[in-house]
Nanobody, 126 residues
Framework: VQLQASGGGLVQAGGSLRLSCAAS????????MAWFRQAPGKEREFVAA???????YQADSVKGRFTISGDTSQTRVYLQMNSLKPEDTAVYYC?????????????????????WGQGTLVTVSS
């Protein structure tokens, strides 16, 4: 599995960005696709995830502002980020882990994810 994240950049507070993750996956396997982020000096944290059935999950800190989306092929996953705040500044990583079911509720622990993209930097200025 290979993941390639893109779409980061510099944006003013209140602005929007859309991150994309291109994934080369085994189409016979179901995955949890997720976004994590890591700010300087902080641990990597869960942002949002989607399972193959399309159920989505967000961290409380981004609920109502960020939306994760994708399709059942799981070759593209997006993170629409609105109303960005300076505290959203971080490197954002796309991640994937195989699951046995389309409907698995995802773990929010980055250590449970096997596959990672290279990260894309999001900087929100005040």
């Amino acid at each position: 599995v290979q993941l390639q994240a893109s779409g980061g950049g510099l944006v003013q507070a209140g602005g929007s960005l859309r991150l994309s993750c291109a994934a080369s996956v085994n189409t016979g396997t179901s995955y949890i696709m997720a976004w994590f982020r890591q700010a300087p000096g902080k641990e990597r944290e869960f942002v949002a995830a989607i399972n193959r059935s399309g159920s989505t999950y967000q961290a409380d800190s981004v609920k109502g502002r960020f939306t994760i989306s994708g399709d059942t092929s799981q070759t593209r996953v997006y993170l629409q980020m609105n109303s960005l705040k300076p505290e959203d500044t971080a490197v954002y990583y796309c991640a994937a882990r195989p699951t046995a079911s389309w409907r698995t509720v995802p773990s929010r622990d980055y250590r449970d994810f096997r596959y990672w993209g290279q990260g894309t930097l999001v900087t929100v200025s005040s």
